[in-house]
């Protein structure tokens, strides 16, 4: 019988667990603090953000959100940024992407304060992701992962872990992630030869490729582990990059899209942003 | 017929375009300068130096070394490296490791201008390969393994590549190098629960686990390329992490050692001083 991992369940855990901490904060009259930046109007982030808030809020967190007109300029927005990053309530700071064209990423992402910077946006956290520094911020979506293996007790040392997908939110920093607790890591993407023959000699078998089902029965091997980062739409219904109905009964244990991976990344960046205040407080 | 993949054909061919790139840089009066930093005095380090000035003078860059004593503190020694940073006859800087205990690594990373870390030792280095910026500066060795590959003509892209080794100076380097030219990438390492099995699998093979001849030749498919980083000692006899005598027959090309990816990486460094030099000249 193949075991659903559910999203739902490892952030309900993890939310207990954090609230607990921020009331533990709280009784010293301390309390973490995130701002979620924002450039313009897109439906998506804006989901995303409300999402985000409430889960944060719910925690315990203070949460507030920056707007910005889509037309600011790069200089009116590193002045921001600076401020946030000067701002002692301020613990964590997410600037939500893709930004308009003149703002340059490239500029913002060594401009934010990399103690601040809990969606793993800095160079400087990226480099701790990749050395396996357990001090910096890897990006919500992978830290995630870990989390829903980490919750449901599956072992992940000595391990063949299979990626397909090399991004830099979720395939790339995942490896790194997974390779820091021993798993050997194979990682796939478009230009694999034989995708098929990789994925299924995967334990832990990862999807962030984002392309919808595109992981079929014929690529898991029987009793698989089945991570599904993808989050896609057909037809107006939300699904991930694994085909679930004909992969799950082949599946050993196996995260459902929508209530999977996805259910997890807010809570993670509370997660994040408690960290981040006490590193900060040096607690 | 087993190729060898001679390390010392790739390092002429690449002294002869850098030795013209800096003749005519030359012609405009222009000298690509690399100072090599060294605290205390360990025979290893005296041993590289010495090939890598005697490399890089003969490829027309001015060389100089910094010595200090073993007992400088962290604050004389980040005073030093500031000069050399604000020195504009310097456009590449390397720092001999290990150090004295009373320096941090830590410290001295984030303190060398990433434009003039020529060997990735900054972070922003570090997070330029891992998203396979090529603006960034590698570290010489894995970046030794891609010139050996590309003198030769070696495809990777849609290789299944196969590292073992999973170190900030070779493996996980090599792992994002080769990603970023498409290949297929697993990361092996002491956790990894079937090696041979692994191993046996890659078109090529990278060796960079620092462990005499480990690399056997039930790990390694017929005509499989295996590229040897390691450089270890027995009974006084310079070899590497590659069964040589007993792979070699087996393996479609292979570096030897010596005179294999050790040869090219002081040619790979004075390459990596020229490239920081033009950046920060904007040619």
Request: proline share 5%; aromatic share 4%; glycine share 8%.
């Amino acid at each position: 019988m193949t075991k659903i991992l559910s999203g739902k369940e490892v952030a309900a855990a993890l939310k207990d667990k954090l609230t607990a901490e921020v009331d533990e904060l709280k009784k010293q009259g301390k309390v973490p603090g995130l701002c979620i930046v924002m450039v313009g109007d897109r439906p998506d982030s804006a989901s995303y953000i409300k999402g985000a808030v409430k889960r944060c809020t719910s925690i315990g967190i203070d949460c507030q959100v920056e707007t910005f007109p889509e037309d600011i300029s790069q200089e009116k927005f590193l002045e921001a940024l600076d401020r946030l990053n000067q701002d002692s309530k301020i613990n964590g700071v997410i600037i939500m992407r893709p930004l308009p064209d003149q703002i340059s990423e490239d500029a913002l992402k060594y401009a934010i304060a990399p103690e601040k910077d809990v969606d793993c946006f800095n160079p400087i956290n990226v480099s701790k992701v990749m050395s396996g520094d357990e001090d910096g911020f890897p990006p919500c979506t992978p830290s995630a992962v870990i989390e829903i293996l980490d919750h449901y007790g599956i072992e992940i040392k000595g391990k063949r872990a299979v990626l397909i997908g090399r991004s830099m939110v979720v395939g790339r920093p995942l490896a790194m992630m997974l390779l820091k607790r021993n798993a050997t890591v194979t990682i796939c993407h478009t230009r694999t030869k034989d995708l098929a023959q990789e994925a299924k000699r995967a334990e832990i078998l990862i999807a962030a490729a984002g392309k919808a089902k595109m992981v079929t029965k014929d690529m898991v091997n029987e009793g698989a582990i089945v991570i599904d980062v993808g989050i896609n739409f057909e037809n107006g219904k939300m699904c991930g990059d694994v085909d679930f109905d004909n992969v799950s009964p082949i599946a050993g244990q196996i995260t459902p899209v929508p209530g999977g991976v996805g259910s997890v990344t807010s809570t993670v960046l509370a997660k994040h942003v408690i960290k981040a205040f006490k590193l900060q407080q040096g607690l």
